[in-house]
């Protein structure tokens, strides 16, 4: 079992940042490929942005490209989720995610992930 704890939510202005942090634990970190998610009411739980073991693969949602930046710190057993020129539109609940893996690659789908956090919500005001 892996927990995973998301923190760093909150209310941001239009263009502001935020930084999302997702704690692990239970297994050893760097076995896992990690994704944020987001999911409005009555809607699926789409990709924000996802990160491979090692770090040194990346993918992101188009709708977040050149605005968030996904990282990952194997040392603290921690994915971060850097969010800067927020808009209205990306608020909503995000979620930190993981899935076994050792590949140089990631997946987007939601069914791919085994484990999930709690959500944190974000609140961008226009």
């Known amino acids: 079992q892996v927990q995973l704890v998301e923190s760093g939510g909150g209310l941001a202005q239009a263009g502001g940042s935020l930084r999302l942090s997702c704690a692990a634990s239970?297994?050893?970190?760097?076995?896992?490929?990690m994704g944020w998610f987001r999911q409005a009411p009555g809607k699926e739980r789409d990709i924000v942005a996802a990160?491979?073991?090692?770090?040194?693969?990346?993918y992101y949602a188009d709708s977040v490209k050149g605005r968030f930046t996904i990282s990952r710190d194997n040392a603290k057993s921690t994915v971060y989720l850097q969010m800067n020129s927020l808009k209205p539109e990306d608020t909503t609940v995000y979620y930190c995610?993981?899935?076994?893996?050792?590949?140089?690659?990631?997946?987007?789908?939601?069914?791919?992930?085994?484990?999930w956090g709690q959500g944190t919500q974000v609140t961008v005001s226009s």
């Open positions: 239970g297994r050893t970190f760097d076995n896992y490929a």
């Open positions: 990160i491979s073991w090692s770090g040194g693969i990346t």
């Open positions: 995610a993981a899935y076994y893996s050792y590949r140089h690659s990631v997946k987007a789908a939601a069914g791919a992930y085994d484990y």
